[in-house]
């Protein structure tokens, strides 16, 4: 449910509505626009009467979200989220570039790294000190070492970075060493991390489950903005489907329809739904022309003998050549309005 005020509606008004709200067991969330103050309402609507609310001095008007996700909704909130990162817009209109390898690996490759992509115009930096890998066997990430590592590759070039939290436990330790908390695809669904990303004021990088439909992707969102924590990015990676050419299948589709569902911003990873470098770039440029608010790809200085994702991973040079046409394409916001209307 959606409590809109009326323009003129005094801060008093807002307050009461809000508190009568609470008083019937919902939970309030004022969402302040560029024209009046809206207060979404979550909980378990239909076991209570609201009917009063829509009586009380300062309202508009009562709108009731058909939709089972409500905070991630353009139905609650219509105006399209811009977060920002450091001088990154997700959201603005502008694409924002994310790359650096799969894993965090050493000092060396990663500053390596970092200083190579940020000089071609990246706008953020990705490595995975906790990586969720198939076999236990396989490297499992460097853990706070990484971190550090990510933390000195930020200092060395401005660039802010993004890192997923694998659990629970080594949660407040990511939290405190990067810009953007991932959830990975295999956590879509791990309901306790997701509300623990929900307490947290770093922003969240929501990916896809390998399996989730539209709808459990959004609520998997709206686990985290029940808690409180608004800035969640939604992340596409690709779906598990029968068509074996590739390691996952992107699911281009869902852009322009998360576009039209909600206000969160939508980037893409191409370089996990490829597999293979050779269709990163291809699905990237497909990504960017559905309205796609950024990227995520897998860069590394030597790939043949990364530790993980060698094979879908961007020589440097391959990723110097795409930077200089995507930054030579600003059509961007054209785009997102075609899709829009
Ligand atoms: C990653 O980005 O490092 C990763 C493991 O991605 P996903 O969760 O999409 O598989
Ligand atoms: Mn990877």
């Known amino acids: 449910m959606l409590v809109v005020m009326r323009k003129d509606a005094t801060d008093e008004q807002i307050h ?5 709200i609470r008083k019937i067991g919902l939970i309030p969330h004022p969402i302040p626009g560029s024209m009046r103050t809206s207060i979404g309402v979550t909980g378990n609507i239909g076991r209570v009467n609201a009917d009063h609310i829509g009586g009380m001095a300062g ?5 009731h979200v058909t939709k089972p996700f409500k905070l991630t909704s353009r139905e609650m909130i219509p105006e399209q989220t811009v977060i920002e990162i450091g001088d990154a817009q997700f959201g603005e209109g502008n694409p924002v570039i994310i790359a ?22 990246a706008d953020m930096l990705r490595g995975g000190a906790f990586k969720p890998r198939t076999s236990p066997y396989s490297f499992q990430g460097m853990g706070l070492e990484g971190l550090k590592i990510l933390n000195a590759a930020r200092m060395r070039t401005g660039l802010p970075v993004v890192s997923e939290a694998l659990d629970i436990e080594s949660f407040p330790l990511v939290e405190r060493y990067v810009d953007v908390i991932q959830i990975g695809a295999r956590n879509m669904q791990n309901f306790e991390l997701l509300r623990r990303a929900g307490r947290s004021k770093k922003p969240v990088l929501l990916k896809r489950g ?21 800035n969640v990015i939604l992340c596409e990676r690709g779906i598990r ?5 590739s390691r996952f299948t992107l699911d281009i589709g869902a852009i322009p329809e998360l576009r039209s569902l ?17 269709t990163v770039i291809p699905l990237a440029r497909a990504s960017l ?4 608010d950024g990227l995520i790809i897998e860069v590394h200085p030597n790939p043949a003998e990364a530790v993980s994702d060698g094979p879908q991973s961007l020589t440097f040079d391959m990723f110097r050549e795409f930077m200089s046409e995507v930054r030579q394409t600003p059509v961007r916001s054209r785009l997102v309005k075609e899709v829009l209307t």
């Not at 489907?241 to 050419?245: D, G, Q, V």
């Not at 909600?262 to 050779?278: E, F, M, N, Q």
């Open 16 to 20: 009461r509505v809000v508190d009568a």
């Open 59 to 63: 309202v508009l008007e009562i709108i």
């Open 100 to 121: 650096g390898p799969c894993a965090v690996e050493s000092y060396e490759q990663m500053t390596t790294t970092a200083s190579a992509v940020a000089e071609m115009g």
């Open 210 to 230: 390998i399996s989730a439909t539209i709808n459990e992707f959004l609520l998997a969102a709206e686990y985290v903005m029940s808690e409180g924590n608004y």
């Open 241 to 245: 489907t029968y068509s074996n050419h």
């Open 262 to 278: 909600t206000h969160l911003p939508i980037i893409v990873d191409p370089s996990h739904a490829a597999g293979k470098r050779s």
């Open 289 to 292: 022309a559905v309205g796609s």
